[in-house]
């Protein structure tokens, strides 16, 4: 690994990397609350969790502290077991309605 790598990111300006994940937890947000597919959920709560790694990296390289750093790995490592349980909670669910439509799981409540 480059011994750099904190200088190149350095270069670009801090504002820059806040903005980059504002826009991306924005559009995480929107996908949640107005899509019903369960994938399209499912993916817009991974984007939301990208943006707050990407700020975590980029706050932890300015000021040259790796804590941010690890704490992006224990929350990729919460991601992947997040990835797991929810793919199969969203096969079961098409597997017994034909569909990952959101709206039909109130049929569970009984």
């Given at each position: 690994?480059?011994?750099?790598?904190?200088e190149v990111?350095?270069?670009?300006?801090?504002?820059?990397?806040?903005?980059?994940?504002?826009?991306?937890?924005?559009?995480?947000?929107?996908?949640?609350?107005?899509?019903?597919?369960?994938?399209?959920?499912?993916?817009?709560?991974?984007?939301?969790?990208?943006?707050?790694?990407?700020?975590?990296?980029?706050?932890?390289?300015?000021?040259?502290?790796?804590?941010?750093?690890?704490?992006?790995?224990?929350?990729?490592?919460?991601?992947?077991?997040?990835?797991?349980?929810?793919?199969?909670?969203?096969?079961?669910?098409?597997?017994?309605?034909?569909?990952?439509?959101?709206?039909?799981?109130?049929?569970?409540?009984?």
């Amino acid at each position: 690994m480059d011994p750099n790598l904190p200088e190149v990111i350095r270069t670009v300006p801090l504002q820059y990397y806040v903005l980059f994940a504002t826009v991306l937890f924005a559009i995480g947000v929107t996908g949640v609350l107005l899509r019903r597919n369960a994938i399209i959920i499912f993916m817009c709560v991974e984007l939301m969790l990208n943006a707050v790694n990407i700020l975590l990296t980029a706050f932890s390289a300015y000021r040259a502290d790796p804590n941010g750093q690890i704490f992006v790995f224990f929350i990729m490592a919460v991601a992947a077991a997040e990835v797991a349980v929810g793919l199969g909670i969203i096969v079961m669910i098409y597997r017994n309605f034909q569909n990952t439509d959101v709206n039909l799981l109130s049929r569970l409540k009984w």
